[in-house]
Protein backbone atom coordinates (compact mmCIF):
# COMPACT_ATOMS: atom_id res chain seq x y z
CA UNK A 1 0.00 0.00 0.00
CA UNK A 2 1.82 2.98 -1.85
CA UNK A 3 1.68 6.07 1.96
CA UNK A 4 3.10 8.95 2.88
CA UNK A 5 2.67 9.16 6.82
CA UNK A 6 1.88 12.60 8.10
CA UNK A 7 0.76 14.41 12.00
CA UNK A 8 -2.93 15.77 11.66
CA UNK A 9 -3.81 17.70 14.92
CA UNK A 10 -7.36 17.66 16.25
CA UNK A 11 -7.67 20.47 18.49
CA UNK A 12 -3.57 20.45 19.29
CA UNK A 13 -3.90 16.71 19.80
CA UNK A 14 -1.87 14.24 17.58
CA UNK A 15 -3.32 12.10 15.33
CA UNK A 16 -1.13 9.77 12.96
CA UNK A 17 -2.31 9.70 9.03
CA UNK A 18 -1.29 8.13 6.55
CA UNK A 19 -2.30 9.24 2.65
CA UNK A 20 -3.05 6.33 0.21
CA UNK A 21 -1.36 7.54 -3.00
CA UNK A 22 -3.50 4.53 -4.83
CA UNK A 23 -6.79 4.60 -3.06
CA UNK A 24 -6.07 8.62 -2.63
CA UNK A 25 -7.58 8.77 0.83
CA UNK A 26 -6.24 9.14 4.17
CA UNK A 27 -6.11 5.96 6.64
CA UNK A 28 -5.89 7.89 10.78
CA UNK A 29 -4.62 5.61 13.79
CA UNK A 30 -7.92 4.72 15.30
CA UNK A 31 -6.28 4.67 19.17
CA UNK A 32 -5.25 8.33 18.27
CA UNK A 33 -8.93 8.83 17.25
CA UNK A 34 -10.20 6.73 20.54
CA UNK A 35 -7.65 8.64 22.85
CA UNK A 36 -8.68 12.09 21.57
CA UNK A 37 -12.57 11.35 21.61
CA UNK A 38 -12.82 9.64 25.44
CA UNK A 39 -9.64 10.98 27.34
CA UNK A 40 -8.68 7.72 28.39
CA UNK A 41 -5.47 6.82 29.88
CA UNK A 42 -5.40 3.63 28.13
CA UNK A 43 -6.52 4.33 24.62
CA UNK A 44 -5.75 0.60 23.35
CA UNK A 45 -7.17 -1.15 26.21
CA UNK A 46 -10.43 1.44 25.40
CA UNK A 47 -10.39 0.18 21.75
CA UNK A 48 -9.52 -3.70 22.11
CA UNK A 49 -12.82 -3.36 24.16
CA UNK A 50 -15.26 -1.74 21.06
CA UNK A 51 -13.37 -4.42 18.57
CA UNK A 52 -15.25 -7.02 20.93
CA UNK A 53 -18.43 -5.41 21.60
CA UNK A 54 -19.27 -4.61 18.10
CA UNK A 55 -17.45 -6.55 15.86
CA UNK A 56 -16.22 -10.29 17.44
CA UNK A 57 -19.36 -11.02 18.74
CA UNK A 58 -21.12 -9.67 16.20
CA UNK A 59 -18.83 -11.87 13.90
CA UNK A 60 -18.56 -8.31 11.38
CA UNK A 61 -15.42 -8.04 9.45
CA UNK A 62 -13.09 -5.70 10.59
CA UNK A 63 -13.65 -2.56 8.94
CA UNK A 64 -9.88 -1.15 9.52
CA UNK A 65 -6.36 -2.19 8.19
CA UNK A 66 -2.74 -2.44 9.71
CA UNK A 67 -0.42 -0.06 8.56
CA UNK A 68 3.16 0.82 9.73
CA UNK A 69 3.41 4.10 11.77
CA UNK A 70 5.96 6.32 13.77
CA UNK A 71 5.23 5.47 17.61
CA UNK A 72 6.56 7.95 20.76
CA UNK A 73 9.82 6.12 20.86
CA UNK A 74 10.52 6.46 17.07
CA UNK A 75 9.88 3.28 15.97
CA UNK A 76 7.55 2.08 12.98
CA UNK A 77 4.76 -0.38 14.27
CA UNK A 78 1.85 -2.17 12.66
CA UNK A 79 -1.12 -0.13 13.83
CA UNK A 80 -5.10 -0.20 13.35
CA UNK A 81 -5.78 2.23 10.87
CA UNK A 82 -9.32 3.14 9.14
CA UNK A 83 -10.76 5.21 6.44
CA UNK A 84 -12.90 7.96 7.03
CA UNK A 85 -15.97 6.04 6.20
CA UNK A 86 -14.48 2.97 8.29
CA UNK A 87 -13.64 5.99 11.24
CA UNK A 88 -17.05 7.43 10.92
CA UNK A 89 -18.45 4.38 11.81
CA UNK A 90 -15.93 3.65 14.48
CA UNK A 91 -16.78 7.03 16.05
CA UNK A 92 -20.66 5.72 16.07
CA UNK A 93 -19.67 3.39 19.32
CA UNK A 94 -17.83 6.08 21.01
CA UNK A 95 -19.92 8.49 23.11
CA UNK A 96 -18.34 11.61 23.16
CA UNK A 97 -19.50 15.12 23.26
CA UNK A 98 -16.24 15.60 20.51
CA UNK A 99 -17.83 13.70 17.98
CA UNK A 100 -19.36 16.07 16.03
CA UNK A 101 -16.83 18.41 16.14
CA UNK A 102 -14.16 15.42 14.91
CA UNK A 103 -16.61 14.34 11.98
CA UNK A 104 -16.36 17.96 10.96
CA UNK A 105 -12.22 17.85 11.11
CA UNK A 106 -12.24 14.77 9.08
CA UNK A 107 -14.65 16.51 6.32
CA UNK A 108 -11.98 19.28 6.69
CA UNK A 109 -9.19 17.21 6.18
CA UNK A 110 -10.47 15.03 3.67
CA UNK A 111 -11.41 18.18 1.19
CA UNK A 112 -8.13 20.09 2.21
CA UNK A 113 -5.97 17.09 0.44
CA UNK A 114 -8.41 17.40 -2.31
CA UNK A 115 -6.99 20.87 -2.81
CA UNK A 116 -3.42 19.71 -2.44
CA UNK A 117 -3.62 17.58 -4.99
CA UNK A 118 -5.31 20.09 -7.16
CA UNK A 119 -2.47 22.58 -6.35
CA UNK A 120 0.56 21.46 -4.25
CA UNK A 121 1.80 24.92 -3.48
CA UNK A 122 -0.93 24.97 -0.73
CA UNK A 123 0.54 22.19 1.23
CA UNK A 124 4.17 23.88 1.76
CA UNK A 125 1.72 26.97 2.30
CA UNK A 126 0.14 24.98 5.56
CA UNK A 127 3.19 23.92 6.40
CA UNK A 128 4.90 27.49 6.64
CA UNK A 129 1.69 28.77 8.73
CA UNK A 130 2.83 26.21 11.26
CA UNK A 131 6.20 27.09 11.35
CA UNK A 132 5.67 30.81 11.93
CA UNK A 133 3.05 29.87 14.84
CA UNK A 134 6.00 28.00 16.41
CA UNK A 135 7.78 31.40 15.76
CA UNK A 136 10.61 30.48 13.29
CA UNK A 137 11.94 33.03 11.28
CA UNK A 138 10.42 33.66 7.77
CA UNK A 139 14.06 33.35 6.40
CA UNK A 140 14.56 30.15 8.03
CA UNK A 141 11.57 28.61 7.18
CA UNK A 142 12.26 29.58 3.21
CA UNK A 143 15.30 26.94 3.73
CA UNK A 144 13.25 24.29 5.24
CA UNK A 145 10.52 24.20 3.07
CA UNK A 146 12.75 23.78 -0.07
CA UNK A 147 14.95 21.24 2.18
CA UNK A 148 11.43 19.65 2.58
CA UNK A 149 10.88 19.47 -1.35
CA UNK A 150 14.72 18.11 -1.60
CA UNK A 151 14.26 16.21 0.33
CA UNK A 152 11.31 14.26 -1.34
CA UNK A 153 12.97 14.46 -4.29
CA UNK A 154 15.33 12.19 -3.27
CA UNK A 155 13.35 9.62 -1.41
CA UNK A 156 11.09 9.46 -4.68
CA UNK A 157 14.61 8.52 -6.27
CA UNK A 158 15.55 5.91 -3.41
CA UNK A 159 11.95 4.52 -4.63
CA UNK A 160 12.97 4.52 -8.37
CA UNK A 161 16.23 2.38 -7.54
CA UNK A 162 14.58 -0.05 -5.59
CA UNK A 163 14.65 0.91 -2.30
CA UNK A 164 11.54 0.85 -0.01
CA UNK A 165 12.61 0.26 3.37
CA UNK A 166 12.71 2.59 6.24
CA UNK A 167 15.66 1.51 7.76
CA UNK A 168 17.47 1.71 4.13
CA UNK A 169 16.42 5.31 3.81
CA UNK A 170 17.95 5.82 7.61
CA UNK A 171 21.01 4.24 6.51
CA UNK A 172 21.97 6.11 3.41
CA UNK A 173 20.97 9.24 5.34
CA UNK A 174 23.41 8.40 8.02
CA UNK A 175 26.11 8.25 4.75
CA UNK A 176 24.93 11.32 3.45
CA UNK A 177 24.98 13.16 7.53
CA UNK A 178 28.74 11.19 8.02
CA UNK A 179 30.35 12.83 4.76
CA UNK A 180 28.71 16.65 4.94
CA UNK A 181 29.03 16.93 8.74
CA UNK A 182 31.11 13.96 9.95
CA UNK A 183 27.99 12.89 12.51
CA UNK A 184 25.25 10.85 12.02
CA UNK A 185 22.04 12.05 12.82
CA UNK A 186 21.86 10.53 15.99
CA UNK A 187 24.84 12.33 17.25
CA UNK A 188 23.89 15.03 15.78
CA UNK A 189 20.90 15.08 18.02
CA UNK A 190 22.90 14.37 20.73
CA UNK A 191 25.09 17.51 19.93
CA UNK A 192 22.21 19.63 20.23
CA UNK A 193 20.38 18.53 23.32
CA UNK A 194 17.53 16.44 21.44
CA UNK A 195 16.43 14.10 23.58
CA UNK A 196 12.76 12.90 22.64
CA UNK A 197 12.78 10.67 20.04
CA UNK A 198 9.78 12.41 17.87
CA UNK A 199 12.22 16.19 17.75
CA UNK A 200 13.19 16.38 14.18
CA UNK A 201 17.00 17.29 13.94
CA UNK A 202 16.37 19.50 10.68
CA UNK A 203 13.73 21.56 12.82
CA UNK A 204 16.97 22.58 15.12
CA UNK A 205 19.41 23.22 12.15
CA UNK A 206 21.08 26.46 11.31
CA UNK A 207 20.77 28.38 7.98
CA UNK A 208 23.90 27.20 7.00
CA UNK A 209 23.27 23.26 8.69
CA UNK A 210 20.25 23.28 6.39
CA UNK A 211 22.12 24.75 3.28
CA UNK A 212 24.56 22.10 3.68
CA UNK A 213 22.07 19.17 4.33
CA UNK A 214 19.96 20.11 1.07
CA UNK A 215 23.32 20.23 -1.23
CA UNK A 216 24.58 16.89 0.01
CA UNK A 217 21.02 15.53 -0.24
CA UNK A 218 20.52 17.53 -3.80
CA UNK A 219 24.02 16.06 -5.47
CA UNK A 220 22.92 12.79 -3.82
CA UNK A 221 19.63 13.08 -6.18
CA UNK A 222 21.57 14.25 -9.51
CA UNK A 223 24.60 11.53 -8.97
CA UNK A 224 21.48 8.53 -8.60
CA UNK A 225 19.89 10.09 -11.53
CA UNK A 226 22.63 9.47 -13.82
CA UNK A 227 24.31 6.24 -12.36
CA UNK A 228 21.13 4.54 -11.53
CA UNK A 229 22.26 2.42 -9.36
CA UNK A 230 20.66 -0.99 -8.62
CA UNK A 231 21.79 -2.10 -5.54
CA UNK A 232 22.04 -1.01 -1.64
CA UNK A 233 25.70 -0.85 -1.21
CA UNK A 234 25.73 1.15 -5.17
CA UNK A 235 22.86 3.40 -3.59
CA UNK A 236 25.19 3.43 -0.30
CA UNK A 237 28.04 4.43 -2.51
CA UNK A 238 25.95 7.16 -4.39
CA UNK A 239 24.89 8.80 -1.13
CA UNK A 240 28.50 8.81 0.51
CA UNK A 241 29.55 10.91 -2.73
CA UNK A 242 27.08 13.28 -2.60
CA UNK A 243 27.37 13.52 0.91
CA UNK A 244 31.40 14.14 0.87
CA UNK A 245 30.61 17.37 -1.95
CA UNK A 246 28.77 19.27 0.68
CA UNK A 247 31.27 17.99 3.34
CA UNK A 248 33.97 19.29 1.09
CA UNK A 249 32.15 22.69 0.43
CA UNK A 250 31.11 23.24 4.66
CA UNK A 251 34.76 22.57 5.09
CA UNK A 252 36.05 25.29 2.38
CA UNK A 253 33.19 27.56 4.25
CA UNK A 254 34.36 27.45 7.67
CA UNK A 255 38.00 28.29 6.59
CA UNK A 256 36.42 31.11 5.51
CA UNK A 257 34.36 31.95 8.48
CA UNK A 258 36.99 31.39 10.93
CA UNK A 259 34.69 28.86 13.17
CA UNK A 260 32.84 25.38 12.69
CA UNK A 261 28.92 25.42 10.32
CA UNK A 262 28.56 22.38 12.50
CA UNK A 263 26.20 23.98 15.86
CA UNK A 264 25.05 22.91 19.23
CA UNK A 265 22.28 25.44 18.60
CA UNK A 266 18.84 24.44 18.61
CA UNK A 267 15.13 25.75 18.89
CA UNK A 268 14.05 24.41 21.78
CA UNK A 269 13.33 27.36 23.31
CA UNK A 270 10.29 28.01 20.64
CA UNK A 271 8.68 24.88 22.11
CA UNK A 272 9.42 25.77 25.77
CA UNK A 273 7.12 28.99 24.98
CA UNK A 274 4.63 27.20 23.22
CA UNK A 275 4.10 25.11 26.60
CA UNK A 276 4.64 27.89 28.43
CA UNK A 277 1.85 29.78 26.62
CA UNK A 278 -1.07 27.23 27.35
Known amino acids: MPEKTQIKLFEESKIRSVWN?????????VVDVVEVLTESPTPRQYWGKIKDREFKKLQLS???????????????????????????????????????????????????????????????????????????????????????????????????RGITKESDYALLTAEISKATFGLT????????????????????????????TMLGERVTTEISQQEKPDSFDKNKSVARR??????????????????????????LDLEKDKIDSK
Request: glycine fraction near 6%; aromatic fraction near 10%; charged fraction near 35%.
Open 185 to 212: PSKYKELKGLTKKNQNLRDHMTDLELIF
Open 21 to 29: EEEQQWYFS
Open 62 to 160: PIWVQLKMQSSDGKFYKTDAANVKALLRIIQSIPSPKAEPFKQWLAQVGYERILEIENPELAQERMKELYEKKGYPKDWIDKRLRGIAIRQNLTDEWKE
Open 242 to 267: GGKVAGVARKETEKELGHSVISSDNY
